[in-house]
């Protein structure tokens, strides 16, 4: 008789990470490399990334001090400003070249966890057994990421319902009167 066992790893401690697209498994791939240059590929599904970003979006909605205390009506143009803000600052050099699309194996994620921290977020990304890439990602980062997740979303033709008006394609102007 054999029996099931599941080993249990500690999940990356992820200190690099990118997102792509992988078009031949129509699923959104991230890629994430720890401190000892150790990394791990998971894919993400279409349902799961619409979960995501529109998760995020909330995140970012509710942790936004400037948004919390302004009125109803401009708190979406309030992160739609940070959002840009976030999407525009270039203190970081440029990034490195990022390795292509792992093929083969990988995991499919099943499940993120997003934890609101005093300097930041903390995500934990798990597939059906156990948390596999675990990072910590201040707010610009967050912004940031959320935007290229979407992006992808959108070049994968997925119409993913963006259910905060301030994330939504076309949403990149404010005027103010």
């Not at 401190?35 to 909330?58: P, Y």
């Amino acid at each position: 008789m054999t029996a099931d066992l599941t080993i249990v790893t500690k999940p990356l401690a992820a200190t690099s990470f990118f997102f792509a697209y992988d078009e031949p498994e129509d699923r959104l791939v991230l890629l994430a490399t720890d401190s000892e240059n150790r990394s791990l590929a998971l894919g993400l599904t279409r349902r799961l990334t619409g979960r995501l970003i529109n998760a995020l979006c909330v995140v970012l909605e509710k942790s936004s001090i400037n948004a919390s205390t302004a009125p109803a009506d401009l708190r979406d143009d309030i992160i739609l400003l940070e959002h840009q803000g976030a999407l525009s600052v270039h203190s970081a050099p440029a990034p490195a070249p990022r390795p292509p699309v792992p093929g083969g194996p990988r995991g499919l994620m099943t499940n993120v966890e997003i934890t609101t921290l005093p300097d930041g977020f903390g995500l934990t990304f798990r597939d059906a057994r156990q948390p596999k890439i675990q990072f910590k990602i201040n707010r610009l980062g967050l912004h940031r990421m959320l935007e290229v997740i979407a992006r992808h979303a959108e070049a994968a033709n997925w119409h993913i319902a963006i259910e905060s008006s301030w994330l939504e394609p076309g949403q990149k102007h404010i005027v103010l009167n």
